[in-house]
């Protein structure tokens, strides 16, 4: 108070009883005007994180509803494919979808699949807070799903138009699905969320014993079947794999992890008796190594941990042939088991950003697992406006450090 002391200061001072609160309120209005701001950022097509050739990136902990794109994995890696923005510089090495599987044996996907809160009233909620829009469309959680269910029919109905899609589902659940090459195949079983992994195993052993039945009654074409999960995007034709590996019955995907080196995601199954036999012998298996070891993980990782189990208890098994990603064939418990590098076969962007450098140039299928379900939406929206599969998978790379908020 001492320097407002005399009618001179007190006349300079007391203006300032009026400016100081003032200016402070003006500066609250500015910091909260930045807080609010900030969501209109999904207005912008997509965000690009930009990082300096000194700094690593930076770890992102927010999971996104808009397009994020940070730096592309594997730049300047020989046989890795190379983005300028979402421009491809190099093209992926892909066979014509027009004649992907057209002679030769047949090719069927399998997947499970149900809906959850299907009730009415699940899907008739509109609340905002409930809905997330991907370009022009918005959905609620179980239309998330199907939409999901969709896009990875569409991108198999693309790349390899001659194959055919078979869903095993829960007989309580309304699938309307109505497309070319696609059957809803009910199984009961238990597919509550808990306990969806244990039974994905047993839908698929039922299948397998469905399919000997048939092959006892019918002569002709084989159909080979791959096995995968529904958020998975096939890029190339997967046809080959059958055609190239003659002596195996049932093949597996793998990284380079030491506790969960094998993805259940995708597995392949040769279509004749012999191989479906022992494919379900080995299954068997891994369900009751599942059942008795791992219960406590049986909501998620349960059967990849089951599959290792198996893999690694045979003596003369050596999991150090996981660190180079080439594929190889070991006879397991009976089966020829092939193993295939997940780099190509079961690429998923996290992986792509980290441990596989990048994205292989002859990459096959993409996996959005985890928090990635809105990019896989975002990038068949891309490829659909763009029909160039190497330009979509940019997008796809590039995206590889964010999460999502499905």
Not at 131 to 145: F, Q
Not at 153 to 180: A, C, G, W, Y
Not at 190 to 204: C, N, T, V
Request: aromatic share 10%; charged share 20%.
């Amino acid at each position: 108070m001492k320097a407002c002391v005399g009618w001179r200061r007190f006349l300079f001072c007391f203006p300032l009883i009026f400016i100081l609160p003032h200016l402070f309120s003006v500066l609250e209005l500015h910091q909260n005007q930045v807080v609010t701001d900030s969501p209109k950022e999904n207005t912008k097509k997509f965000d690009v994180q930009h990082s300096s050739g000194d700094d690593a990136p930076k770890k992102i902990t927010k999971k996104f509803d808009h397009l994020v794109l940070g730096p592309a994995a594997g730049e300047g890696l020989p046989n890795r494919l190379q983005c300028r923005g979402v421009k491809a510089l190099n093209k992926t090495y892909f066979s014509n979808p027009s004649h992907a599987s057209s002679v030769g044996d047949g090719i069927a996907f399998v997947t499970v699949f149900t809906i959850y809160n299907n009730s009415p009233d699940a899907l008739a909620d509109g609340k905002p807070s409930n809905l997330v829009t991907v370009g022009n469309a918005s959905y609620s959680k179980p239309e998330r799903s199907m939409a999901i269910l969709n896009v990875f029919i569409k991108f198999i109905q693309v790349r390899m138009p001659q194959s055919n899609i078979i869903i095993l589902t829960d007989p309580e659940s309304d699938l309307s699905l109505h497309q070319n090459s696609v059957t809803v195949l009910p199984i009961q079983g238990e597919y509550s969320r808990d306990k969806l992994m244990l039974q994905r195993i047993r839908s698929y052993i039922t299948f397998l014993d469905i399919r000997l039945e048939k092959l006892s009654q019918e002569q002709g074409r084989i159909t080979h079947f791959i096995f995968s999960d529904s958020d998975i995007a096939v890029i190339d034709d997967l046809g080959q794999i059958f055609e190239k590996y003659q002596d195996f019955h049932v093949a597996l995907t793998f990284r380079n992890n030491k506790d969960q080196p094998l993805n259940s995601g995708f597995i392949a199954v040769r279509g004749t008796r012999d191989s479906i036999l022992r494919a379900r012998t080995f299954l068997q298996k891994v369900l009751e190594v599942y059942s008795s070891k791992y219960m406590k993980a049986s909501r998620m990782l349960g059967d990849q941990l089951a599959l290792f189990w198996v893999i690694k208890s045979d003596a003369s098994f050596d999991a150090k042939r996981f660190s180079k990603a080439q594929a190889f064939i070991k006879e397991i418990g009976g089966a020829s088991v092939l193993f295939l590098p997940c780099a190509t076969y079961n690429w998923t962007p996290p992986e792509g950003a980290g441990q596989f450098h990048g994205m292989p140039l002859d990459v096959k299928v993409v996996h959005f697992k985890g928090s990635r379900k809105r990019l896989m939406l975002e990038a068949w929206n891309y490829f659909s406006s763009s029909a160039d599969i190497s330009d979509m998978l940019c997008l796809i790379l590039k995206s590889g450090r964010t999460k999502y908020d499905f």
